[in-house]
């Protein structure tokens, strides 16, 4: 079956660096997303990653590893408002995202 | 602003009425998508039309009934749900399907509560 695994909640203070984990296991794989979801509000695209490695954008990175079925989410230099849900989704064989329940993350001063 | 509008945004409805959501995508793509995202849960996927066909319907209860009228819009008509129906409603649109880098862009969502 198809499966992601990414912790509930994570807590980070402001200004720190913060790591959210994603496993996955799909039929097949076409590369991987992660989207930002503030409370109440729809989903934003993040990055996509389809080789392995370490994509930088900003203050925000993404690494895939294809091998291990895993990936990150790097953010750096947190503000108040990173402050949200991150969802991990990867694409299977039929081109169609498999999404995880998302990393709750809260920001403390 | 992702360029795809949702109406309504809100929407509380008793079990015997007959409502439809609408979604519309000014990006020009040729495929979208009807969510439902419940409480702490993974989004679902429930729908999705390519070049107005349907090429996905993941089991869906038929009281939920999409209609693609063109690639830019999109309405999923509710009648008869039930309680367990409550959620928020995403409608998404990306380019097409067939492609690795398709990202999917997110309406706003209709926060759906049925009595």
């Known amino acids: 079956g198809q499966n992601i695994d990414q912790p509930t909640e994570m807590t980070a203070t402001e200004g720190a660096i913060v790591q959210i984990n994603c496993t996955y296991q799909?039929?097949?794989?076409?590369?991987l997303f992660w989207y930002q979801q503030h409370a109440g509000e729809a989903p934003t695209f993040l990055s996509y990653?389809?080789l392995d490695g370490l994509e930088e954008k900003g203050r925000f990175s993404s690494f895939l590893s294809r091998s291990k079925g895993y990936s990150y989410l790097l953010l750096k230099e947190l503000q108040m408002k990173d402050s949200a849900s991150y969802l991990c989704?990867?694409?299977?064989?039929?081109?169609?995202?498999?999404w995880g329940a998302g990393t709750k993350l809260i920001i403390k001063p | 602003e992702t360029g795809v509008t949702q109406t309504p945004r809100h929407l509380v409805m008793g079990m015997t009425n007959k409502k439809s959501l609408k979604c519309e995508q000014h990006?020009?793509?040729?495929?979208m998508y009807w969510y439902k995202q419940s409480a702490k849960k993974p989004l679902e996927l429930m729908f999705v039309?390519?070049?107005?066909?349907?090429?996905e319907n993941n089991s869906v209860p038929s009281r939920f009934s999409p209609e693609c009228p063109n690639s830019s819009h999109l309405f999923l008509h509710l009648h008869t749900l039930q309680p367990e129906d409550s959620a928020l409603y995403l409608c998404?649109?990306?380019?097409?399907?067939?492609?690795?880098?398709?990202?999917?862009?997110f309406g706003p969502g209709t926060r759906l509560t049925v009595l």
């Open positions: 998404a649109s990306s380019q097409g399907l067939g492609q690795g880098a398709d990202t999917q862009y």
């Open positions: 039309y390519n070049f107005k066909e349907q090429t």
């Open positions: 989704a990867p694409m299977d064989s039929n081109y169609q995202l498999i």
């Open positions: 990653n389809v």
């Open positions: 990006l020009g793509h040729n495929a």
């Open positions: 799909t039929s097949g794989f076409n590369g």
